[in-house]
């Protein structure tokens, strides 16, 4: 045999001998054996590539609210990406993309040879990328024995991403390798996907990016911190340069155009989207953890399937709504400051200034409570660092400020501020179209709808009434302004309760339901609730959807018991929505990110009322701006009674502590409370702390900015309707009625009489 034979001979046996071994050590590579190369993605993995997908948050009108998110990431389609940014990427990171099935035989061999050079080049192509980044093939959860010895575990995961780009080269198309790629992709400052960089980078859509924009994203990829546009903008401006110049050898710009973009600034316009950005930030809140137990029930992961969650909030009903209560509240705010004068508004009963308040309030902190734990109880480093001013951003109306505070001072400070819940729905349908749980949700987290319950006032009264009516009580039936007086027994002790009017005056005169309810006359409401019996009056709230504890006592006809802003405007929903409860409805659909729906919600209702007795209701609610003296008059120093009916109900508590009005309409009904974060922090007087003064002009600033926007006319309100035929009499005589006081037995005769438990309640209107 001749020399030349042999060596054909040794050169072919070579090959196979290195073919055989690399499809061996590929095979076991794939197959994992015996644990030493790490896993490998099965075949649901490989057709269902898993991404942290963020969950978007939209308006009934389409409008994105927010997002939920861990890694803030949000596909789009290969047609909503700018043809520049694929330009760039193809002639940057793997110009014969095209030309291969996922492996560039040329580069891979080419990176020996830039090696030797010193020239740090990727030989990756896009489709290996993609593989690396889809499953995460140089992560811990990776590696196998072998990945933990240097240059092997690199050798290991180079084989992988080959087998993995093959098989995504064979299951998608070019264009989709791109979309999946480009929607994969990290471009730092907590930007995934280019949809998210566009918006972080340039505060534009994905669609509109220019060539030097889309050259400077695509530039950041090749290390997202060191070419950051905002953390090292000379990098970044050199880098997108660099990637121009590519984009010219590839003959996809000219030189003059290379020329002119080199020439242009970077032009961000940066801002890092959060969680806690956009509108309705209380409502998103909340609405995250009614969504989480539904994604706990099914499956589901909020922050990273990528879920569209569809809600009945109306976008700019939500603006308008926030604007209004920003609007009041600064103003309101402003008062209270030159109310207190600089004196403490945490105040007892008697008036006196409440001793250690603020102390007493830092120890229910959590900052307070990790340094218990940390130093132990009542080590002198926690007074120290409790009262040790640093820098801090505190929350004023005029905007965030910079300041140095100890964290005594900030709790000092914010205890001062006025709250607020305010909440619209759709009687209809029950869809909440609005909901502001509190003044600034970035510094003020608690949410006043929904999670906050305070005592509601005259605002319950309407529930009295209405389980008056429907027990056949007549709307006309004159009842006196007299004093009353229960007495009952509780833990041993005799309980003797007189309500008093607002005022404290009794007229002696006899009011009809609705001019009672205008006035909102205590003892009147009284003496309605004793016709029916607590029980009854606690019983008809219940049907009317108020889910919080309320207690039978004789003072729950004057809203002695809590309950949140949420309920109440359930119930009074229902008078406008002829006697059928409709329970609050906030979420419309779920979606997963492919579009298929997973949850539409089911309306759930009851009637609770006859068409007639919801139709009194709604009378009696008219009469508080209709009626001479009505406490919701003050609705008329807005512009949103032409053409339009509106009722309302409003609510003040001891003290001036909370204030309330519930207003309706035919298309809308809602509910605002203000007030302290503590009870005790208050207005003194009727003149400024009434819910007339403090929640009503909230609801009217909003209706004033919905009636006076050209798009939201099919809200206008309208006229109430009444049935057909009405069986119960409401055209009562208009001017009350002296009622003789040593008759008043004839009325208390009438009361049905039960169980009553202890009260504490003084004067409310």
């Not at 035989?105 to 030797?116: D, E, G, H, Q």
């Not at 659909?589 to 539409?600: M, Y």
């Amino acid at each position: 045999m001749s020399t030349y034979s042999r060596s054909v001979i040794i050169l072919w046996t070579l090959f196979i001998g290195i073919l055989y071994n690399v499809v061996l050590y590929s095979a076991l590579i794939r197959i994992n054996y015996l644990g030493l190369f790490g896993r490998m993605p099965d075949l649901e993995m490989m057709e269902n590539p898993k991404n942290n997908l963020a969950s978007e948050v939209y308006s009934s009108d389409g409008i994105l609210l927010g997002k939920y998110f861990r890694e803030n990431r949000s596909p789009v389609r290969y047609e909503e990406i700018s043809p520049n940014v694929i330009h760039a990427l193809i002639a940057t990171e793997d110009v014969r993309f095209e030309e291969h099935s996922g492996i560039d035989l040329k580069a891979s061999f080419a990176i020996f040879w830039y090696l030797v050079k010193g020239d740090q080049r990727g030989s990756s192509t896009l489709t290996q990328q993609l593989a690396k980044n889809l499953y995460k093939t140089r992560r811990l959860a990776s590696k196998g024995v072998l990945g933990y010895v240097p240059l092997v575990n690199t050798l290991i995961a180079k084989i992988k991403e080959w087998q993995l780009a093959i098989a995504l080269e064979r299951k998608y198309t070019k264009k989709e390798i791109l979309t999946l790629y480009l929607n994969t992709v990290d471009f730092g400052s907590t930007a995934f996907g280019i949809k998210v960089a566009s918006k972080t980078f340039f505060n534009i859509s994905q669609d509109s990016l220019t060539v030097p924009q889309a050259a400077t994203l695509v530039g950041v990829l090749k290390a997202p911190t060191t070419y950051s546009p905002v953390l090292h903008p000379d990098n970044a401006l050199r880098r997108r340069n660099t990637v121009l110049e590519l984009m010219q050898a590839q003959q996809l710009l000219s030189k003059a155009d290379v020329t002119k973009y080199k020439a242009q600034a970077l032009g961000l316009d940066y801002e890092v989207e959060k969680t806690t950005d956009g509108v309705a930030g209380y409502f998103r809140s909340i609405l995250s953890k009614h969504v989480q137990e539904w994604c706990k029930k099914n499956g589901y992961d909020l922050y990273s399937d990528g879920l569209k969650i569809y809600t009945t909030i109306d976008y700019k009903m939500q603006v308008y709504a926030e604007e209004a209560v920003r609007e009041h509240m600064s103003d309101l705010q402003r008062k209270f400051f030159k109310h207190w004068n600089g004196e403490a508004p945490w105040r007892y009963k008697n008036k006196d200034v409440i001793p250690n308040f603020v102390e007493d309030a830092s120890k229910r902190t959590d900052r307070y409570k990790s340094l218990v734990e940390y130093y132990g109880k009542g080590h002198d480093s926690i007074e120290i660092i409790m009262k040790t001013k640093i820098p801090m951003q505190v929350f004023t109306w005029d905007g965030v400020k910079d300041t140095l505070m100890s964290p005594m001072d900030s709790i000092h400070y914010y205890k001062h501020f006025l709250h607020t819940g305010f909440m619209t729905m759709e009687p209809q349908t029950g869809y909440i179209k609005t909901w502001v749980g509190g003044i600034d949700f970035k510094f003020f987290k608690y949410d006043h709808v929904q999670q906050s319950y305070r005592q509601p006032g005259s605002a319950f009264k309407p529930f009295v009434y209405s389980a008056a009516v429907s027990s056949g009580v007549a709307p006309c039936t004159l009842v006196p302004d007299a004093p009353i007086t229960f007495e009952y027994d509780e833990e041993g002790k005799h309980i003797i309760w007189t309500p008093k009017n607002a005022d404290w005056v009794y007229t002696y005169d006899s009011l009809n339901f609705r001019q009672a309810m205008a006035r909102s006359i205590n003892t009147v409401a009284a003496r309605v609730m004793k016709m029916v019996g607590p029980e009854k009056v606690v019983e008809h709230a219940k049907a009317l959807g108020i889910k919080s504890p309320l207690r039978a006592v004789p003072s729950v006809c004057l809203g002695s018991s809590d309950v949140n802003v949420y309920d109440m405007v359930g119930a009074y929903g229902t008078f406008v929505n002829k006697g059928i409860w409709t329970e609050p409805i906030f979420i419309e659909r779920i979606e997963d990110h492919n579009g298929n729906v997973l949850f539409t919600t089911i309306p759930n209702t009851k009637e609770v009322l006859s068409e007639e007795e919801a139709a009194v209701m709604v009378h009696l609610l008219k009469g508080g701006t209709e009626e001479r003296g009505g406490t919701s008059q003050a609705l008329f120093q807005f512009d949103v009674f032409r053409g339009n009916e509106i009722g309302g109900k409003t609510g003040t508590t001891s003290n001036y502590s909370d204030g309330w009005f519930m207003g309706v309409t035919t298309k809308l009904v809602g509910g605002v409370w203000v007030g302290g974060e503590d009870r005790s922090i208050h207005f003194k007087n009727s003149a400024t702390g009434e819910g007339s003064k403090v929640a009503l002009p909230i609801f009217g600033r909003f209706l004033e900015k919905v009636y006076h926007d050209p798009e939201l006319q099919h809200m206008k309100s309208g006229y109430f309707k009444r049935p057909a035929k009405m069986s119960i009499n409401i055209h009562c005589p208009y001017r009350a009625l002296k009622y003789p006081v040593d008759s008043t037995a004839a009325i208390d005769s009438l009361a049905v009489e039960g169980a009553i438990l202890p009260d504490e309640m003084e004067v409310l209107e």
